[in-house]
Protein backbone atom coordinates (compact mmCIF):
# COMPACT_ATOMS: atom_id res chain seq x y z
CA UNK A 1 0.00 0.00 0.00
CA UNK A 2 1.04 3.03 -0.86
CA UNK A 3 0.82 6.44 1.13
CA UNK A 4 2.40 9.90 1.18
CA UNK A 5 2.27 12.47 3.90
CA UNK A 6 3.65 16.30 3.66
CA UNK A 7 5.23 17.56 6.78
CA UNK A 8 6.66 21.53 7.38
CA UNK A 9 5.22 25.01 8.43
CA UNK A 10 1.98 25.91 8.44
CA UNK A 11 3.19 29.29 8.47
CA UNK A 12 6.00 31.46 6.94
CA UNK A 13 7.24 35.23 6.82
CA UNK A 14 7.65 36.79 3.62
CA UNK A 15 11.31 36.11 2.34
CA UNK A 16 11.57 33.20 4.39
CA UNK A 17 12.65 29.68 2.97
CA UNK A 18 9.81 26.96 3.04
CA UNK A 19 11.18 23.15 3.67
CA UNK A 20 8.87 20.83 3.15
CA UNK A 21 9.14 17.34 3.72
CA UNK A 22 7.48 14.00 1.62
CA UNK A 23 7.89 10.92 3.70
CA UNK A 24 6.33 7.64 2.05
CA UNK A 25 5.92 3.95 2.42
CA UNK A 26 5.31 1.42 -0.08
CA UNK A 27 7.29 1.70 -2.58
CA UNK A 28 10.99 2.78 -3.15
CA UNK A 29 12.73 5.71 -4.84
CA UNK A 30 15.49 3.43 -5.99
CA UNK A 31 13.20 1.36 -8.33
CA UNK A 32 13.51 2.18 -11.72
CA UNK A 33 10.88 4.18 -13.45
CA UNK A 34 9.37 5.74 -9.88
CA UNK A 35 9.54 9.25 -8.59
CA UNK A 36 7.92 12.45 -6.28
CA UNK A 37 6.24 15.57 -7.40
CA UNK A 38 5.62 18.26 -5.21
CA UNK A 39 2.28 19.89 -7.05
CA UNK A 40 0.59 23.00 -5.38
CA UNK A 41 -3.09 24.54 -5.34
CA UNK A 42 -3.79 27.94 -3.83
CA UNK A 43 -6.89 28.24 -2.25
CA UNK A 44 -9.68 28.16 -4.30
CA UNK A 45 -7.47 27.65 -7.15
CA UNK A 46 -6.13 25.18 -9.48
CA UNK A 47 -3.11 22.77 -9.62
CA UNK A 48 0.18 23.98 -10.04
CA UNK A 49 2.96 21.45 -10.72
CA UNK A 50 5.97 22.88 -9.06
CA UNK A 51 8.64 19.39 -9.07
CA UNK A 52 9.67 16.36 -9.22
CA UNK A 53 12.49 14.03 -9.00
CA UNK A 54 13.11 10.55 -10.30
CA UNK A 55 14.84 7.39 -9.16
CA UNK A 56 18.05 8.14 -11.32
CA UNK A 57 17.98 11.48 -9.45
CA UNK A 58 17.13 13.52 -12.56
CA UNK A 59 14.96 16.47 -10.98
CA UNK A 60 12.64 19.04 -12.59
CA UNK A 61 11.51 22.35 -11.80
CA UNK A 62 8.58 24.76 -12.90
CA UNK A 63 10.65 27.48 -14.63
CA UNK A 64 8.71 29.80 -12.57
CA UNK A 65 10.00 28.90 -9.54
CA UNK A 66 13.42 27.20 -10.72
CA UNK A 67 15.45 30.01 -9.09
CA UNK A 68 13.65 29.24 -5.86
CA UNK A 69 13.33 25.42 -5.68
CA UNK A 70 15.77 22.79 -4.66
CA UNK A 71 14.69 19.40 -4.94
CA UNK A 72 15.97 16.65 -3.12
CA UNK A 73 15.38 12.63 -2.00
CA UNK A 74 16.93 10.66 0.67
CA UNK A 75 16.08 7.21 -0.46
CA UNK A 76 17.67 4.95 3.01
CA UNK A 77 14.74 7.24 4.76
CA UNK A 78 11.93 7.17 2.10
CA UNK A 79 11.58 10.84 2.22
CA UNK A 80 11.85 13.44 -0.65
CA UNK A 81 12.42 16.83 0.30
CA UNK A 82 11.63 20.54 -1.19
CA UNK A 83 12.87 23.94 -0.54
CA UNK A 84 11.90 27.32 -1.77
CA UNK A 85 13.13 30.37 -0.59
CA UNK A 86 12.18 34.14 -0.57
CA UNK A 87 8.43 33.25 0.12
CA UNK A 88 5.86 35.76 -0.85
CA UNK A 89 2.18 35.58 -0.63
CA UNK A 90 1.24 34.73 -3.69
CA UNK A 91 3.02 31.38 -2.69
CA UNK A 92 0.09 30.42 -0.22
CA UNK A 93 -0.78 27.39 -1.23
CA UNK A 94 -1.74 23.76 -0.28
CA UNK A 95 0.83 21.57 -0.84
CA UNK A 96 0.92 17.98 -2.56
CA UNK A 97 3.47 15.65 -2.93
CA UNK A 98 2.78 12.32 -5.32
CA UNK A 99 3.83 9.25 -6.21
CA UNK A 100 4.87 9.34 -9.68
CA UNK A 101 5.34 5.99 -12.13
CA UNK A 102 6.75 6.81 -15.50
CA UNK A 103 4.89 3.05 -16.71
CA UNK A 104 1.30 4.08 -15.20
CA UNK A 105 -0.54 6.91 -14.82
CA UNK A 106 1.69 9.99 -13.82
CA UNK A 107 0.37 10.98 -10.12
CA UNK A 108 -1.80 8.42 -9.02
CA UNK A 109 -1.29 8.12 -5.33
CA UNK A 110 -1.38 11.83 -3.29
CA UNK A 111 -0.81 12.71 0.08
CA UNK A 112 -3.27 14.93 1.89
CA UNK A 113 -1.67 17.83 1.24
CA UNK A 114 -0.39 20.31 3.89
CA UNK A 115 -1.56 24.09 3.80
CA UNK A 116 1.41 26.92 3.88
CA UNK A 117 0.26 30.61 4.54
CA UNK A 118 2.75 33.47 4.05
CA UNK A 119 1.63 36.17 5.98
CA UNK A 120 3.64 38.42 8.29
CA UNK B 1 5.06 25.22 -21.92
CA UNK B 2 2.62 23.58 -22.79
CA UNK B 3 -1.01 25.44 -22.03
CA UNK B 4 -4.04 23.41 -21.44
CA UNK B 5 -7.28 24.50 -22.26
CA UNK B 6 -10.47 22.70 -20.47
CA UNK B 7 -13.94 23.92 -21.21
CA UNK B 8 -16.70 24.71 -19.94
CA UNK B 9 -15.21 26.23 -16.84
CA UNK B 10 -18.69 24.88 -15.30
CA UNK B 11 -21.55 22.66 -15.76
CA UNK B 12 -24.61 21.53 -14.48
CA UNK B 13 -26.02 17.99 -15.72
CA UNK B 14 -29.10 16.07 -13.88
CA UNK B 15 -28.45 12.64 -12.22
CA UNK B 16 -27.91 10.17 -14.39
CA UNK B 17 -27.22 12.20 -18.15
CA UNK B 18 -24.27 12.62 -19.89
CA UNK B 19 -21.28 14.76 -18.93
CA UNK B 20 -18.87 15.80 -21.29
CA UNK B 21 -15.51 17.87 -20.72
CA UNK B 22 -13.26 19.21 -23.17
CA UNK B 23 -9.33 19.38 -22.51
CA UNK B 24 -7.25 21.03 -25.49
CA UNK B 25 -3.21 21.49 -25.59
CA UNK B 26 -1.54 24.10 -27.38
CA UNK B 27 0.90 20.95 -28.66
CA UNK B 28 0.74 17.91 -29.23
CA UNK B 29 1.37 15.54 -26.11
CA UNK B 30 1.52 12.58 -28.34
CA UNK B 31 4.86 10.76 -28.32
CA UNK B 32 5.36 9.36 -31.94
CA UNK B 33 7.95 6.18 -31.30
CA UNK B 34 5.26 4.85 -28.37
CA UNK B 35 1.58 6.13 -30.25
CA UNK B 36 0.82 7.40 -26.27
CA UNK B 37 -0.92 10.44 -25.37
CA UNK B 38 0.53 11.78 -22.37
CA UNK B 39 -3.20 13.08 -21.08
CA UNK B 40 -4.20 12.14 -17.56
CA UNK B 41 -7.83 13.16 -16.58
CA UNK B 42 -7.87 13.75 -12.47
CA UNK B 43 -11.65 14.32 -10.12
CA UNK B 44 -11.11 16.75 -7.07
CA UNK B 45 -13.64 16.33 -4.26
CA UNK B 46 -13.83 19.81 -1.60
CA UNK B 47 -11.29 19.27 0.97
CA UNK B 48 -9.77 16.04 -0.88
CA UNK B 49 -6.63 15.45 -3.45
CA UNK B 50 -6.68 14.82 -6.84
CA UNK B 51 -7.42 11.34 -7.77
CA UNK B 52 -6.60 10.11 -11.13
CA UNK B 53 -9.20 8.97 -13.39
CA UNK B 54 -7.71 8.10 -16.84
CA UNK B 55 -4.08 8.02 -17.79
CA UNK B 56 -2.61 7.38 -21.38
CA UNK B 57 -5.34 9.84 -22.17
CA UNK B 58 -8.15 6.22 -22.33
CA UNK B 59 -7.15 3.96 -19.77
CA UNK B 60 -8.90 3.86 -16.39
CA UNK B 61 -7.44 3.62 -13.27
CA UNK B 62 -8.04 0.47 -11.11
CA UNK B 63 -11.00 0.77 -9.33
CA UNK B 64 -12.50 4.00 -11.33
CA UNK B 65 -16.45 3.15 -12.39
CA UNK B 66 -16.65 2.51 -15.87
CA UNK B 67 -19.05 5.46 -16.46
CA UNK B 68 -15.53 7.26 -16.53
CA UNK B 69 -14.12 7.39 -19.91
CA UNK B 70 -11.10 9.45 -22.01
CA UNK B 71 -10.95 9.60 -25.34
CA UNK B 72 -8.85 12.05 -27.96
CA UNK B 73 -5.43 12.35 -29.32
CA UNK B 74 -2.85 14.90 -29.89
CA UNK B 75 -4.54 17.96 -28.75
CA UNK B 76 -7.82 17.48 -28.69
CA UNK B 77 -9.44 15.46 -24.94
CA UNK B 78 -12.52 14.14 -23.55
CA UNK B 79 -13.18 13.16 -19.97
CA UNK B 80 -16.76 11.70 -20.44
CA UNK B 81 -19.34 10.68 -17.54
CA UNK B 82 -21.51 8.74 -18.95
CA UNK B 83 -24.39 8.60 -16.55
CA UNK B 84 -23.70 11.09 -13.64
CA UNK B 85 -23.83 9.91 -10.25
CA UNK B 86 -24.06 12.46 -7.00
CA UNK B 87 -21.15 11.35 -5.59
CA UNK B 88 -19.33 12.73 -9.36
CA UNK B 89 -19.93 16.17 -8.18
CA UNK B 90 -16.45 17.47 -7.78
CA UNK B 91 -13.66 19.76 -10.43
CA UNK B 92 -12.03 17.61 -12.74
CA UNK B 93 -8.73 18.73 -14.20
CA UNK B 94 -6.91 17.08 -17.41
CA UNK B 95 -2.75 17.38 -17.18
CA UNK B 96 -0.25 16.99 -19.50
CA UNK B 97 2.52 14.86 -18.79
CA UNK B 98 4.62 14.86 -22.31
CA UNK B 99 6.91 17.16 -21.04
CA UNK B 100 8.23 19.55 -17.82
CA UNK B 101 6.53 21.57 -16.89
CA UNK B 102 3.78 19.18 -16.50
CA UNK B 103 0.88 21.73 -16.54
CA UNK B 104 -2.39 21.27 -15.72
CA UNK B 105 -5.99 22.80 -16.99
CA UNK B 106 -7.83 25.31 -15.35
CA UNK B 107 -10.48 23.00 -13.69
CA UNK B 108 -14.41 22.39 -15.00
CA UNK B 109 -16.60 22.43 -12.17
CA UNK B 110 -19.19 20.05 -12.37
CA UNK B 111 -22.61 20.04 -10.47
CA UNK B 112 -25.88 18.37 -10.49
CA UNK B 113 -28.88 20.45 -12.09
Known amino acids: QITLKESGPTLVKPTQTLTLTCTFSGFSLSTSGLGVGWIRQPPGKALEWVALIYWDDDKRYSPSLKSRLTITKDTSKNEVVVTMTNMDPVDTATYYC????????????WGQGTLVTVSS | DIVMTQSPDSLAVSLGERATISCKSNQTVLFSSNNKNYLAWYQQKPRQPPKVLIYWASTRESGVPDRFSGSGSGTDFTLTISSLQAEDVAVYYCQQYYSTPWTFGQGTKVEVK
Open chain 1, 98 to 109: AHVDIEAAPLNY
